[in-house]
């Protein structure tokens, strides 16, 4: 996540990382850490946003 500042007092753009391949992407689209360290602590701990670009593509399942 990057802040950038706006003209308007204590209000901030915020671009996304967003980590992605041939089968979508993944983006974190709210970190308590990173608001925090741009001095807007806010409630939620993460919100996340996916999208998977073809039917059918199995994501997010995890085998240990």
């Known amino acids: 996540m990057i802040f950038h500042p706006t003209p308007i007092a204590g209000v901030r753009v915020i671009d996304l990382h967003t980590h992605g391949d041939e089968r979508g992407f993944f ?3 709210y970190s308590a850490d990173a608001f925090a360290a741009d001095g807007a602590p806010l409630v939620p701990v993460q919100v996340n946003n996916s999208l998977t670009a ?6 997010g399942l995890h085998y240990q």
């Open 54 to 59: 073809q039917a059918g593509t199995l994501r």
């Open 27 to 29: 983006a974190r689209l």
